[in-house]
């Protein structure tokens, strides 16, 4: 390793020859995706873009797994509002500083990832679940273990299928991809492959070797030659739909947090605050156990 | 069963909870969807988007099959027409007649099942052929009996591809789709499964089980949470071409019936006039049997 | 076969029934696809299309493959200008010149063979390479010999990326077509198959007599029908960015040709000035082999 | 007049030879469009497009004005809640309720009136305002009297340019749709037809007799002519982005009723509440008088 | 002028330095476009399109006047039906053979002209209607003598629409587009550039001093910088629908020829059977007097 | 005014209420468009978005003139190359930093204007020329004083035509985009007015005014007014292709800078280079002066 370059709240920045590692750095939360971690991310990939000598790029996590997704215990909080003690009502949040933070995620972010001028690789173990995976799709090849699980889980805390993105279907096809959507079930890697949502499934011993060799091979290309094919992505990307997806998502992530539940729905924001993140995520998961099928 | 909600013509309409049934019923005509039954269906989604306890609808068949397809003794009266007897020459139909026909079967109706407010899945057993399997198509899941056949049989009437739609390249992707729309052939289940056709394939036995075990998951979620990811794939569909995809073939659709044959052409609807329906069928099964392959 | 139709140049025309053979005839230089071949190409496609007998036109090569891409000693001088001797500068090719060629290749071609007005299918044996394989994907169906390879090699040539057509996701998905774009591989005619890029991978001695086959199912439907189904596709294509994708193909081939090279880069043009093109070849091969994997 | 063919609440429909009235009829309101008129306006519209004698469509109201657009007092309750008491906090209606409400006007009739099968004339006088401008937009062609005022004064209630659509810029253009969306205010008829919003603007003593007069000129047009040239205008609006605008605009309604209100900013619903409908207008009158400039 | 470059039926190829005249040379027809002419004006244009030194095309009609549009006593022939004698019945034409001329013409020519690789102008005198005036707007500047009149008064002939096309909206808006294209009428050159029709109308003796001055000042660009200009306006027009509505434009040509008349409706074509063609023409015009307002 | 917040290079930022001012302060340069200054725009943009206060933002310019455009003496060397000295050769830049370039100033500014989160207001005096008038199209209102020339006199160094974007097309229609465009004229406020480019031309001693007071009545709106009013804003523009044209333009930038001159062609920057930038302007302006019609 050449020399830690900067220093990113919650990630690692390494360059090594013309590849830059950027690590995920929560590892005791399982690198869960917090405010601060994307506007870090955001920002390494901007000093990567800069740097004339990296081609590729490649994301990974430090720790037992790439991520989590979203943080159960900040779900809901994203926005700055304090949690509620028990019995207590969450105050109200006016759209615009929704929108804001939607649109500089699910937005901005996500096309940042999806127009990044460098060649991207994602590097996952264990767990690339709900906004990691979302995000993970957004770059150029995804490479994971074979351990490794994939999925909407967040789905289940009530959202019934917002998951889906055009890109998603550009990926693995409408019919996949709405399984996944509406179950918010897990697959493994294996699986992931076989729908087409990522493009190998490795050991998990072999998972570092096999991606450095993919982005040593990469950084053979010039770095003109990656800058203009990144154009002609662009321009597909547009075409199809997909550059539009990650607007449209970014609404209706605003949209969607002004849900209600009726007495009779299972409210898992409500079991949180009574019952705290842990046991929620129990309840949770026994509860819709037959949708993993 | 609850109890028995609404008489509808070729339909059966039943609430179990928080899922709708509705059950194709012209099982003496293996569910040939009749304009009767098209309409009836709308009907029935309607008055499911309009019950608030509704979550989930079941597409079903009564009978030995789900359905298969369009009536061979109708096609090409669907307007009104009468079929003239031998010898006798069709009358001409206006073309708003035929317009408003296929505007409201192929766009207004796909796309209501296509932006249906609650979560549809569709049970199918047996045979899925035809314009079922394009309506099948337009809703969020689709499992089948392990025996089931689907495709596009109707392209043999002398279509050559017209059935191909976005949502059928959004699903099973632009090479499968051809290869169906091309060829007319059926596929069974299991291969659908591999292709992405459809999401599931089980034993026949299974297949009520089954599908009732996933309705009764995706019940758990919220009313809110069900609107409002189907709002989700309302932008998705329209970002992608897939809500125009319903308007294009509507317009093909009448655009196609004016078309002539050629005396060296195999022309079934002059064979149906001829022979009768049930020799026409055999006739034509046997000619295009080199495109099962 | 009925009789040689028409003389064109590096292709040969045959009609037989209602099927037209565009057989590509360079098989000294494994059919690569000259400047005066696409042309051809083009005229043999118009004449077919004005023929009101044919109905389906299949594409297959003289010789040991169908093709292997563009001609490797001439990629970069299609526009005109002469090859520099060692040692010399290229001379500066107006704008306007590229715009014309690449317009006329990669938009009104690949489109003429997408909405060619009868059935096409691409017959391939042994190889099916970088711009003969997007000539193909814009068919309708594709079928192979077990031991053809596709893919994009001329990639390696120093693109990274720009193959990447909305026609290939909606063929095989994004993360395949990643895959094969990225790295530049080769996959056998299975892999194909499974990967949803094209429809039958047949052993060598069945091919010819398998798309003979096909040829003559689909030849059975009328004249009319076929016309029709294509301006179906068209409608399709349109609504899905397909067609548009041709467009910003040609475009962004344009603006590919002023890339540079830095000193520590690859450049497999200034190997091919200093070493011949059989050398660059074979040192390129070995470069990127570990992207093969 | 030949007679009355069917009640509708709040709408009166008169059929004279191959023209069909929908007067809006809630004059003492001054034709404000509530959810029974417009449920009533698409019933009639769907009367007048099943009956194959019926050409033209007039939209008129009676009384003095066209329509004033939403009613005052019913903004923000069209959801079905009830307007608290002074002091008390609204009750929080479901998003299902909200996007349900909210599609059924602002994209399925809008687009109904847009794709309307007959012809659409707007016959407006004195006021054609808010809602029922947006409505009026959607219409083929629009005569006012010379006194008539449009524009979207709904803005001034907090919306600050929501009122945009792809079909305003399109008559418009972006430079005049924008400075009427962000500003309010009301034009002239006569800036109107400048501003290319309307067709023409006549005397009122005159505007019964031409816009009757254009009506009997278009129900020349054959039936088909008339059924084919609104398949045309579905294929351009669908092109142009027009049709999409229904929905977006939908989706944007419900997302703008969560919107807050700072201490320090004008809320006309608090002053409603406070202080009567009418002085609420009034005061609001007022404050942006400088707008109307 | 330098020579006359080439003999074209129907139409003469002139070339003056940089510049090429085509002119419509069917004067005695009032240069109506007949199926000959069309494809000579699309063969000029590639000639002049091949030719390095030319950088403007300007159409202009030999005699009276522009165009009048579609030859009255052949519109419903084009496809080589033989005009019935008074009393027959027209026979039968495949849709293959409507589809293809009305691709080769409404699509393939307009988006020819559309994006023609020169910088293109019309010079209108006269008369500018129907098809002609369809054409006209697809060039890039539309110069006219005061007196010209131009519009769609082929919509008389019951087409009530069917003109409105995409690239017309973008030029007028689409209040002024619907009130020509239901009207049929015509306006003057004054009033069309008041609407944003053409860019400028001049008096008759200085129409071809203007044009020519404009051109010469256009000429003055590189040529490069015209074939890029053309590139920019290409991405433009798809990004906008524009091109996509060629495309639509062909296909509900070949629609709309299936039309049929009920006995109430005027139907121009059986009066022009019955009484000949000028008659037919005169009696429209004063059946149709009112839609002049 | 409150206080300077903020020191940006070639800018002020200055805060007043609810409203800030954004001015161009290169006066002695005419405000020309450096490198630097649309740099400290976009970061201006941010701090103006960021503040939650903030409501609407004044554009304007210091000195003589709110902006003459590019600055003519650095055309072309904007991405870092060094003028040559008379008679050298300008060194080769590699694709990747003039596409970075012009993404970041063609696209992504371009989309920070036009999406920005407050209202945008233009106050024009004197000049708004080329990429001055280009940004200022993106904003949401602009005002002029009656002396202010719009225009795109940029083309006239070769670009026949390139500015043509789809929000000027959305803004006066096609025909007037064109004209301005191929033209490379200069026209009034006034006619600008009338064109439908700008929204209101003013006495000059009225100008400063009359934006505050509009300014004003908008900063009545609610924040979240003006926040939902932009994502309103945001939909339509996707839909219309409006944003989706930055994107292309800015390769079509990247694209142009590539093009050749012939040697009868008159070349700006060879004069530019041989004789200064003024005899240069001079002798361009005496050139084109045709053009200015």
New interface residues.
């Given amino acids: 390793m050449e020399s830690l370059h900067k220093e990113y709240e919650q990630l690692i920045y390494d360059k090594e020859g013309h590849i830059v590692y950027i690590t995920l750095n929560r590892p005791e939360k399982m690198n869960t995706v917090t405010a601060e971690m994307f506007h870090s991310w955001g920002d390494a990939l901007t000093e990567a ?1 800069k740097d ?1 000598d990296v081609k590729v790029i490649i994301f990974r996590g430090a720790g037992r797994c790439f991520s989590a997704g979203a943080p159960l215990d900040q779900v809901g909080y994203v926005y700055g509002m304090k949690q509620p003690k028990p019995g207590e009502k969450a105050g ?1 949040i ?3 500083v929704k ?2 933070f939607d649109h500089s995620l699910f937005m901005d972010f996500f096309r940042h990832v999806l127009l990044c ?1 460098k ?1 991207t690789i994602v590097q996952m173990h264990k767990y690339c679940i709900g906004v990691a995976f979302s995000i993970a799709m957004h770059a ?3 490479i994971a273990d074979e351990e490794c699980k994939v999925g909407h889980v967040e789905e289940r805390l ?5 998951s ?4 998603m ?8 991809a ?2 996944l959507c ?2 918010g079930k897990m697959i493994s890697a294996k699986q992931a492959v076989e729908w ?4 190998r499934a490795v050991p998990r011993d072999r998972l570092e070797a ?1 991606v450095k ?2 982005a ?3 950084a ?17 990307y ?4 997909i550059t ?2 990650a ?3 970014a ?2 992530h ?3 947090v ?5 007495d009779d ?3 898992a924001f409500k079991q949180r605050r009574d019952k705290g993140v842990k046991d929620m995520a129990h309840e949770k998961h026994d ?2 156990k ?2 993993d ?1």
Same sequence: chains 1, 2, 3, 4, 5, 6.
Avoid: W
Avoid at 158 to 162: D, H, Q
Avoid at 169 to 176: F, Y
Avoid at 258 to 262: I, P, V
């Fill in positions: 873009e004339d109200k006016p759209m615009r929108i804001n001028k060649i150029d090849l995804l009530g959202l019934a299928g917002l889906l993105m055009p890109i279907i550009a990926r693995c096809g409408l019919t996949k709405l399984d509406l179950t087409n949502l990522i493009n096999e060799e993919l040593d091979g990469l053979l290309y010039p770095r003109d030659g990656i800058a203009i094919g990144k154009v002609g992505r662009e321009l597909v547009e075409s199809m739909g539009r997806g607007m449209d998502h609404i209706l605003t949209f969607q002004s849900r209600t539940y009726e729905e299972y409210n509860l819709f037959t949708l099928k």
